[in-house]
């Protein structure tokens, strides 16, 4: 776990320190997902306690997730109640799945950077 904990840390400091890198993933936010993907995540990472409202946090942490992330968006997580007391169920299925769908994406989209 602190491997995969270093190389998130590391996906930061490398869109901090690297323009074309950073410029990369302002690009694929802006162009390549629509409203209702940033929308996804934006909910993904409000689940986790960010805040979401940051769009440079919801950017970078983007990023670093779907660079390094292998078993948060694979489902296998345990299934439960949501915050709100209803089922996770189909809903965490359809948002699971579109989280590996745009990290699928991202992957070779951000490769050549």
């Known amino acids: 776990e602190a491997r995969e904990t270093l190389l998130h840390e590391a996906m930061h400091g490398l869109f ?19 409203e209702e993907q940033r929308g996804i995540w934006i909910g993904f990472l409000g689940d986790l306690g960010y805040d979401a409202s940051n769009e440079e ?5 983007f990023q670093a997730y779907m660079a ?6 694979s489902g296998s997580g345990k299934k439960g109640k949501t915050s709100k007391g209803g089922s996770k169920g189909d809903l965490a299925s359809e948002k699971s799945a579109a989280l590996l769908q745009m ?3 991202f992957g070779v989209f951000i490769a050549p950077h």
């Open 68 to 73: 390094t992330e292998r078993k948060l968006f």
């Open 57 to 61: 946090l919801a950017v970078n942490e």
């Open 16 to 34: 901090y320190t690297s323009a074309s890198f950073e410029a990369a993933c302002w690009g694929f936010w802006r162009e390549q997902l629509g």
């Open 103 to 105: 990290q699928s994406v």
